[in-house]
């Protein structure tokens, strides 16, 4: 082994783990990679083509080396298949990235028969990526999507259109700025990348730890104190890491473990974790992956919907967090053991610098700057906080490894981007965006409630096969207009969307988020998901919210906001006793009281209506007092 090679761990993908000279390839174009985005975060973009350009060939090569073509392809190198596709992707994209501003000045609308060809070796390359990575699905979606071009007329009521030549399918596709470069991979490359590069070096500079001793600190004595470190650990890294799965595994691997051992069923352990990872992506203030599109797509700036998001993330980890100790109460959990559990000072005064790098990101968006200028500053602050101790100090090596990091958690989240451009385009250039909402309110025969039922079931069937953060491009586009059509405001239809599709995170039964869990509990897939959709029920509830309840996005008076966050607090809670069938007098509650409970979360749920309000408080208050009167039987 060189010396080089030391630095190297070898590189896992399904089916594949890549060691050698080829895990040092792999390790030095993640780590170019990550340079470049990082160098162009700080210091602005060469060109828009390159930025675009680069992103998508880059992913595209990491993808082919790490990730086989079928199960019984090379286990331990790229394979001459790979080759191939490495050699067509970097000449497909390159030659866009060469040829865009020849095209765009002299050959629109008459492309050339090399425009022709490259593109159709660029958009094999981008499906394949996918396929690689997340299975068949988004490909095929967007292979049906480029089929609804050409057969156009074929297609039924209003869906259908004159359709288009092959070559103008083509040309949209690929030469353009409005598809596979589109706004999807613009802003993946200017500031999700980016974020996926901070989140790596926070981890590397030992803030993962971190933020998980102070999770331990805070919760770990109470009972069931691991799920509790698991729900409050998801919330303070999920927020960055920019996915779901990822936050699973990475925080997975030490709390699962831990709420085994203290009594915590496997399912029930691995679903935790991944309702708790699964709400990091909407936990302000850095969101996750989705808010820089919802900001882009919704033109609106990203602070605001961060803000808008404080109420609605807090009132959801309250519900976790009692369901979590309504279980302990239940089965009689306790907490991790006193020798166990570090002290917060000690925690503060060991990491508590790491939360600097979170406030130079906020401070630098509250004044006006752009999100990878944030970015950029807070691994800056976070490489040069590391040093404040001699255990956690970044040197050359340790740098380039989280160079290399924030590349390789990349190619999950970018796989998908090339692909959903090429819907996105199919979309945009048929029009069908707004038929397909024109077709969903005409469904719903203009009803707004089974509108939003409509919308988070097909975000739900979407999102199986799909990240968080793909599911709600396409039904940004397609479904998200059918809202505005009946009243909603831009940025809440588009909020319901979003939160739908990370509830397609947790349910069965493709439920991504729930399957990492259970591997790591060792459960059954299915058992975990309908855990994590137990814990976090209210995720069903929260879209609808938006529409119906307007004052938790802060639209209102300050009046208006605090009430309905105080019903919601009340509804959550009985929510939670209703559905444990447990609460702080009694392990057990029974039908009667579990139905007071249930009814008084239904009051408290609904819109902001004086005497709804009321009877919920008699309700809630009957059912604690039902108890008392009855202590043995209720």
């Known amino acids: 082994m060189t010396a080089l090679e030391s ?48 992103y998508l060939l880059l992913t595209a090569v990491l993808v082919f080396i790490r990730f086989p073509a079928r199960a019984g392809s090379p286990g331990h190198r790229p394979s001459v298949i790979d080759g191939i596709l490495v050699l067509l992707a970097v000449t497909s994209i390159g030659y866009w990235m060469d040829q865009y501003v020849p095209y765009a000045m002299f050959r629109v609308s008459d492309p050339n028969q090399w425009d022709f060809l490259m593109g159709i070796a660029a958009i094999i390359v981008v499906l394949e990526t996918s396929r690689r990575v997340l299975g068949p699905a988004i490909p095929i979606i967007a292979f049906v999507f480029l089929l609804q071009l050409y057969y156009g007329p074929y297609l039924p009521g209003k869906l259908s259109h004159s359709g ?50 102070l999770a331990a600190a805070l919760a770990g004595k109470w009972r069931g104190g691991p799920a509790k470190i698991a729900v409050v650990s998801s919330a303070l890294f999920g927020s960055i890491s920019g996915s779901s799965v990822a936050n699973v595994v990475a925080s997975g691997a030490f709390t699962i473990p831990m709420m085994k051992k203290i009594g915590f069923k496997p399912h029930h352990a691995g679903g935790i974790e991944a309702i708790a990872s699964t709400g990091g992506q909407f936990m302000p203030p850095i969101m996750g992956a989705g808010v820089f599109i919802l900001a882009t797509l919704t033109q609106t700036d990203y602070l605001g919907i961060a803000a808008m998001n404080v109420i609605p993330a807090v009132l959801f980890f309250f519900f976790v967090l009692l ?54 500053w807070g691994i ?7 040093w404040l101790r001699k255990d956690t100090a970044m040197g050359p090596r340790d740098i380039f490894l989280g160079m290399v990091s924030g590349a390789h958690s990349n190619t999950s989240a970018g796989a998908a981007i090339g692909s959903l451009g090429v819907i996105i385009g199919g979309i945009i250039l048929s029009g069908l965006g707004l038929k397909f909402s024109a077709v969903l309110v005409e469904f719903a025969g203009g009803n707004l409630l089974l509108t939003v039922i409509l919308v988070t079931v097909i975000s739900v069937i979407i999102g199986m096969g799909s990240s968080t953060t793909g599911s709600y491009i396409i039904l940004a586009v397609v479904a998200a207009p059918a809202l505005v059509q009946l009243g909603v405001p831009e940025v809440p ?51 609808f919210s938006f529409v119906y309840v307007p004052e938790l996005l ?40 579990r139905a007071l409970f249930l009814a008084a979360a239904v009051c ?14 008699v309700l809630f208050a009957a059912g604690w007092g039902l108890r008392a009167l009855t202590p043995g039987r209720a």
């Open 164 to 213: 288009m030549p092959v070559d103008r399918i083509i040309e949209f596709t690929f030469s353009t700025q409005e598809a596979m470069f589109g706004v999807v991979t613009a802003t993946f490359a200017s500031f999700v990348f980016p974020f996926m590069i901070f989140g790596a070096f926070l981890e590397r500079s030992g803030a993962g730890a971190f933020f998980m001793d």
């Open 380 to 386: 800056i602050s976070t490489m040069a906080l590391s």
């Open 7 to 54: 630095w190297f761990a070898p590189i896992e993908g399904k089916h594949r783990t890549v060691s050698g000279p080829f895990a040092v390839i792999y390790g030095l174009i993640a780590a170019v990679f990550s340079l470049w985005y990082l160098y162009t975060s700080g210091f602005g973009l060469v060109s828009t083509e390159t930025n675009r350009g680069l």
């Open 554 to 593: 802060l639209q209102g008076t300050a009046l208006e906001i605090a009430a309905a966050t105080a019903s919601y607090l009340f509804g959550y809670a009985a929510l939670a006793v209703a559905i444990q069938g447990a609460d702080y007098l009694a392990a057990t509650v029974g039908p009667r009281r």
């Open 323 to 376: 369901m979590v100790d309504l279980e302990a109460v239940r089965t009689g959990i306790k907490g991790l053991p006193a020798e166990d559990v570090p002290s917060v000072w000690d925690a503060l005064r060991r990491g508590g610098h790491f939360f600097i790098p979170l406030v130079v990101v906020v401070t630098l968006l509250f004044n006006g700057y752009s999100p990878d200028l944030g970015a950029f």
């Open 604 to 617: 408290f749920l609904l819109p902001l209506i004086w005497w709804l309000k009321v009877a919920g408080l």
């Open 493 to 543: 239809a588009h909020l319901v969307v979003f939160y739908a599709a990370c509830l397609s995170n947790i349910t069965p039964p493709v439920c991504v988020s729930a399957f990492a869990g259970a591997a790591i509990a060792g459960a059954d897939p299915m058992k975990t998901g309908f855990a994590a959709l137990k814990y976090g029920a209210t995720l069903v509830l929260i879209p």
